[in-house]
């Protein structure tokens, strides 16, 4: 397994594609499109050239997971696009441990002072895998920050980094 910065290509990108549908919509049943989530389609510019990171897991070429980062302001960025396949979650694997543990290393590199985020409110499974980490959950307006997200009944959290 393989955990690096996102890198434009089209393989990738397609590849990507696949495994956030997979996740939103074949199991979670989000119906989610693309026309919800262009960031996607814009990582450089979304993610990188704001001053965050999209990290790409890859095993024998193929996207296996992925997760984003999106500073908001000089304190507090988003955690975002956080999506394994099946076959790489726990195990011997625990694929999602390893790309969170990869962002975290990130946000203190940067000195960021809170991670906030939104997940469906149907993905107890990620509800679970955040307060495990310390987040917490809070309310829409205890966000503090703006960001583009597809709603569907988000619940909210945020970590206190400091």
Not at 49 to 76: E, K, M, S, Y
Not at 116 to 121: A, C, K, Y
């Amino acid at each position: 397994m393989q955990i690096l910065p996102f890198t434009l290509d089209p393989h990738t990108t397609a590849e990507l594609i696949d495994l956030i549908l997979y996740c939103q919509n074949t199991e979670a049943h989000l119906g989610i499109t693309m026309a919800e989530q262009p960031d996607v389609l814009m990582i450089s510019d979304y993610y990188q050239a704001r001053g965050g990171q999209f990290w790409v897991a890859t095993q024998d070429g193929h996207v296996a997971g992925c997760i984003a980062l999106l500073p908001v302001n000089n304190h507090t960025a988003v955690l975002k696009k956080f999506f394994t396949y099946p076959q790489f979650r726990g195990g011997a694997v625990h694929l999602g441990w390893q790309l969170y543990q990869t962002l975290l290393t990130y946000t203190q590199a940067h000195q960021f002072k809170r991670l906030v985020l939104d997940t469906p409110e149907a993905e107890h499974r990620s509800h679970q895998f955040y307060e495990r980490q310390g987040f917490k959950q809070i309310s829409f307006d205890q966000l503090g920050v703006a960001y583009a997200f597809p709603d569907r009944h988000s619940r909210f959290y945020a970590l206190n980094l400091a």
